[in-house]
C-alpha cells in the first residue's frame, strides 16, 4: 500500500462517504463538529511549522529578491526590480555553475546509476558474503558528507595523499594528479567522491525493487529460452522502471542542491571550477552579505527544481500510475 | 538465476563466471573499503608516518591522536548537542507528522488532498532553496546561536516525507478497528493514542531512524546558525577541526574516524528501518 512517494498524488477518496454517512439528526451534528476540531487541532501544529518554517522562507526569497540588500535593518528599502535576475544570468559563474550541475547530472546518470544497477543485480545473485557486501557498499550513505569531504581531502591531497601513493606505488606514476586543486581534474574528483558516497543508495533502491518481482517471471522466460542477458534486457529492466525512475529523479534533484560535499571539498575552488548553484548562493548570501542577490539566486534553485520535478512527475512517472507493469505490482 | 546457467553452459563455465563476478564485486569493496580503512589506520600513525609508509601498519603505533580526542572535552560536547539536536528533532516531526498523517488518513474534509498535496510538495524542497531566507527569518525570531533554530526547520523539512509513510501505513489498518473502538467508547483521541500509535510501531520507528540520520549528517543549517562554537554539532565540529589542524593529517583522521562511529554504530542497529524507510517509496508501485 506504501505508494512511492512522489507519484503519491489524490488517490481516490474511498473512505469519504463512510464518514458523512447517515446517523440521528442531533448527534450527527456533534460528531460532525467533533470531527471538525479533531482535524483541526491534529492539523494545526505541523500545518503552522510547515507554513512558518517552509513556506513562508520561499515567499521571503521571492520578495527579498527583487531589492539590494546587505540584510541589516528591518525590511529591504533599495527595490531594484529584476536586476538581480539580470545580473545572475551575465554572471560567468552562475551560468558555470549551470553548465557544472548538467555535467553531474549525465556522469550520474551514464556512470553512476549504471554502476549502482549492475551491482545490484550481481549481489542478488546467490554468492557467498553479500550480506556483507551490502552492508558495506551502503555504508558511506550513513556518514556524512562533511566526514566523507574531510577524508577525501586527506586522501586526494597532492603531497602524499593515499591516491597519488597508490597510483605511484602501482607504477603508474604518470596518472598522479593533484585532483581537487587542478581545475581540469577537480570536477571528476568530486564526481569520484559523489559515487563513493552515493552509489550504495541507488544500489539498495535497486535492490529492493529487484526483489519485489515476483520470481516466477524469471522462471518463465528461462523455460522460453530467454538467457540471462535477455531475462535482464526484457524481464527485469522493465519492471525496474517504477524504481530507476526514482532513482534518477533523486539523483538529479540532488545535483541540483548539491552544497555540502562541495563546500567542504574545496569550496567551490580552484577559481570556481567546482562551484555549484548553492554554493554560488552561500558566498553571496553569507559570505559577502548580498542578501539579495543570494536570495535571487534562491528563487532560481527553487524554480528550476519544481519545473523539474513537476514535468518529470507529469511526462516520465506519469507511466507508473498507469499500464500493465505496475497494475502488477500493485496487486501482489 | 545462476543454477539455469549452470544447467546450459556446463560446471566449468558456472565457476567462471562467479569466479569472474566476485572479482567485480571485491575491487569495488575495495574501492569502499580502503578509504575507511586509510582512515582508521592513518589514525595511529603521525604526519611523518602517512607520508614516508603509507600502506603498512603505523610502527609505531601512535594512540595519542585518538585518545587525545577522546579526552579532550570538545569532541563530548559536540556529540551531547548532536544528540539533543537529533532526540528533540525526531519527537517534534514524528509526533506532529503522526498526527497530521492521522487526520489524512482517516477524515475526510473538503481541502484534504490540496492540504496533503501541499506538504508532499515540501519533498522536493530541501535546505538548499530556503537556507537564506530561513536565516533571515530566525535571525528576526531571535533563533540564531539556539538549538530550536535548528531543530524547528529540521523538524519542518521533515514533514512531507514522514507524513506520506505514516499516511499510508495508518491506511493499512481496518477501519473496523476504529469501529470497534469507538463502540466502546473510545474517543478520536483516544484511539489514535491509544490503539493507532501502538499499532504503528514499526512505521513510527522507521520514520524516526530516518528523522535522526538527517538530522545527524546536517551541516548547512547549523552552519548557519550556530556560531557559538558550544552548540556546534558534530559535523561543524569536524569541520572546525579539519581548519585549526590542517597540518596535521594523522590527527584529523582520528578525529572524523570517531566521528563516524555514532553513525555506524547506529546503522548496524537500525539497519533494517533504514533501509526500510529509503527503500519504501521507490519500489512498490
Known amino acids: 500500500m506504501t505508494r512511492p512517494a512522489l507519484t503519491d498524488r489524490p488517490a481516490a477518496a474511498a473512505d469519504l462517504p463512510r464518514r458523512a454517512g447517515p446517523g440521528s439528526a442531533p448527534s450527527a451534528r456533534r460528531r460532525r463538529f467533533r470531527g471538525l476540531a479533531t482535524i483541526t487541532l491534529f492539523l494545526l501544529p505541523a500545518l503552522v511549522l510547515f507554513g512558518l518554517l517552509v513556506l513562508a522562507p520561499i515567499v521571503l526569497a521571492a520578495y527579498t529578491s527583487l531589492y539590494k540588500w546587505n540584510g541589516l535593518g528591518g525590511l529591504p528599502q533599495n527595490w531594484i526590480g529584476l536586476d538581480n535576475f539580470t545580473r545572475m544570468f551575465a554572471d560567468d559563474v552562475f551560468l558555470g555553475d549551470l553548465r557544472r550541475g548538467a555535467v553531474l547530472i549525465i556522469l550520474s546518470l551514464v556512470i553512476q546509476l549504471p554502476l549502482a544497477l549492475a551491482i545490484a543485480m550481481l549481489l542478488n545473485q546467490k554468492m557467498r558474503g553479500r550480506a556483507f557486501y551490502r552492508l558495506l557498499f551502503f555504508a558511506p550513505y550513513v556518514l556524512s558528507e562533511v566526514i566523507t569531504g574531510v577524508l577525501f581531502n586527506m586522501i586526494l591531497s597532492p603531497e602524499s595523499g593515499l591516491a597519488n601513493q597508490i597510483l605511484g606505488a602501482i607504477g603508474l606514476s604518470s596518472l598522479e594528479s593533484s585532483w581537487l586543486a587542478e581545475p581540469d581534474t577537480v570536477m571528476m574528483s568530486l564526481f569520484l567522491v559523489m559515487v563513493w558516497k552515493y552509489f550504495g543508495f541507488h544500489m539498495i533502491l535497486y535492490l529492493a525493487g529487484r526483489q519485489s518481482i515476483p520470481k516466477e517471471l524469471g522462471e518463465a522466460a528461462s523455460i522460453d529460452g530467454a538467457g540471462p542477458w535477455k531475462q535482464f534486457r526484457y524481464v527485469t529492466l522493465p519492471l525496474l522502471g517504477p524504481t530507476i525512475r526514482i532513482s534518477v529523479f533523486l539523483s538529479i534533484i540532488g545535483a541540483i542542491q548539491l552544497f555540502d560535499l562541495v563546500w567542504v571539498l574545496t569550496a567551490g575552488g580552484p577559481i570556481h571550477s567546482s562551484e555549484t548553484m548553492a554554493v554560488t548562493m552561500f558566498q553571496f548570501g553569507f559570505k559577502r552579505s548580498q542578501i539579495g542577490y543570494g536570495s535571487a539566486i534562491s528563487v532560481v534553485m527553487f524554480l528550476i527544481s519544481l519545473v523539474f520535478a513537476l514535468g518529470y512527475q507529469r511526462f516520465v512517472m506519469r507511466r507508473d500510475t498507469q499500464g500493465a507493469i505496475t497494475t502488477m505490482g500493485d496487486q501482489r | ?285
Open chain 2, 1 to 285: 538465476m545462476t543454477a539455469h546457467v549452470r544447467e546450459r553452459t556446463g560446471p566449468r563455465l558456472g565457476m567462471l563466471r562467479s569466479i569472474s563476478l566476485h572479482t567485480v564485486v571485491i575491487i569495488l569493496g575495495a574501492f569502499v573499503v580502503v578509504p575507511l580503512l586509510f582512515a582508521v589506520i592513518g589514525g595511529f600513525k603521525d604526519t611523518g608516518q602517512l607520508s614516508t609508509n603509507p600502506f603498512g601498519l603505523p610502527s609505531p603505533w601512535v594512540p595519542e591522536n585518538y585518545t587525545d580526542v577522546l579526552f579532550s572535552g570538545s569532541f563530548w560536547r559536540q556529540l551531547v548537542n548532536s544528540i539533543f539536536v537529533a532526540v528533540a528533532t525526531t519527537l517534534i516531526v514524528v509526533g506532529l507528522s503522526a498526527m497530521a498523517a492521522y487526520v489524512f488518513a482517516r477524515f475526510a474534509f473538503r481541502g484534504r488532498e490540496f492540504l496533503y498535496t501541499l506538504f508532499a510538495m515540501g519533498l522536493m524542497f530541501p535546505f538548499a532553496v530556503a537556507i537564506l531566507p530561513l536565516f533571515v527569518l530566525l535571525r528576526t525570531l531571535g533563533l540564531l546561536d539556539n538549538p530550536f533554530g535548528v531543530i524547528l526547520p529540521q523538524a519542518a523539512f521533515g514533514l512531507p516525507m514522514t507524513i506520506i509513510i505514516l499516511r499510508a501505513f495508518f491506511r493499512t489498518i481496518p477501519r473496523e478497528v476504529e469501529e470497534a473502538a469507538t463502540i466502546d467508547g473510545c474517543t478520536s483521541f483516544g484511539f489514535f493514542w491509544r490503539i493507532l500509535l501502538p499499532m504503528a510501531r514499526p512505521a513510527l520507528a522507521t520514520v524516526s531512524v530516518l528523522a535522526v540520520v538527517a538530522s545527524w549528517n546536517n551541516f548547512f543549517l547549523p552552519l548557519v546558525i550556530f556560531n557559538d562554537p558550544n552548540w556546534w554539532t558534530i559535523p561543524l565540529g569536524v569541520q572546525q577541526f579539519t581548519g585549526q589542524y590542517s597540518a596535521d593529517t594523522a590527527r584529523i583522521l582520528a578525529y572524523i574516524v570517531l566521528a563516524m562511529v555514532p553513525a555506524l554504530a547506529f546503522y548496524a542497529v537500525a539497519e533494517r528501518q533504514l533501509i526500510g524507510g529509503l527503500t519504501a517509496g521507490a519500489t512498490k508501485g
